[in-house]
């Protein structure tokens, strides 16, 4: 097995490029995806199972379908029905954002539940509101536990951000993909990307560490 380092220096600026992509769509991913996520969680808690079952079937969906298939049905479906033409950049974000929010909803769904009912309950005997005593009371002690379940959600979203070299979205194995089809090596764009990828997880597990303990 021999390496061939002068073409990884070539790539290098793309693979930075790439990495800023993955990056990106990791980010605006989690922020859409948590704010569909709390939506879908506080339906997912109706007591009505009627009004329950859209928001049951849609974590469902997502939950139970491959990542695969739905970057497809977006790229090549829901993109172009909005949009008029499909975009990579645009699909990847929206794909990725309805998937994580199918499991942040749950995330949650759990973060709220596992505060003791008596402290609604007991907020709501002051004389707050029930959105005021979510807002103020239930949601404060959910996010602190809920902060490792971002955390790992933040982290397999940066590794499904690799699939989205599928629809030719210019992330890191969209690159990874290109040098191997120029030169015809494996070793050399993909242990990179493996490279790329490890530095990226390993950092924000660290960084998410860090922030547990600070809260």
């Known amino acids: 097995m021999d390496f061939n380092f002068d073409i990884i220096g070539g790539y290098l600026p793309l693979f930075l490029r790439g990495t800023l992509y993955t990056v990106g769509f990791s980010i605006a991913s989690i922020i859409l995806g948590s704010i569909f996520g709390l939506g879908i969680g506080f339906g997912r808690m109706l007591k009505s199972p009627l009004w329950r079952w859209p928001f049951l079937a849609y974590i469902n969906f997502f939950r139970g379908t491959p990542l695969y298939v739905q970057i497809l049905i977006v790229h090549f479906g829901v993109v172009p029905t909005l949009f008029g033409s499909t975009n990579a950049l645009i699909s990847g974000v929206v794909a990725l954002s309805l998937n994580s929010a199918a499991y942040t909803a749950e995330i949650f ?17 002051l004389g707050m509101t029930g959105r005021q005593s979510m807002r103020f009371v239930v949601l404060p002690q ?3 536990r809920m902060v490792p379940a971002f955390g790992n959600e933040f982290i397999v979203l940066v590794k499904d951000s690799s699939l989205l070299a599928l629809v030719a979205a210019p992330e890191i194995m969209y690159w990874s993909n290109t040098m191997k089809g120029q030169y015809m090596r494996i070793w050399e764009p993909y242990l990179t990307a493996a490279v790329i990828y490890f530095v990226l997880t390993y950092s924000l597990s660290k960084l998410l560490s860090y922030i547990e303990r600070r809260i």
């Open 109 to 125: 769904r759990a973060g709220i539940q596992s505060v003791d009912p008596g402290q609604r309950e007991a907020a709501l005997s």
């Open 142 to 144: 959910a996010v602190k």
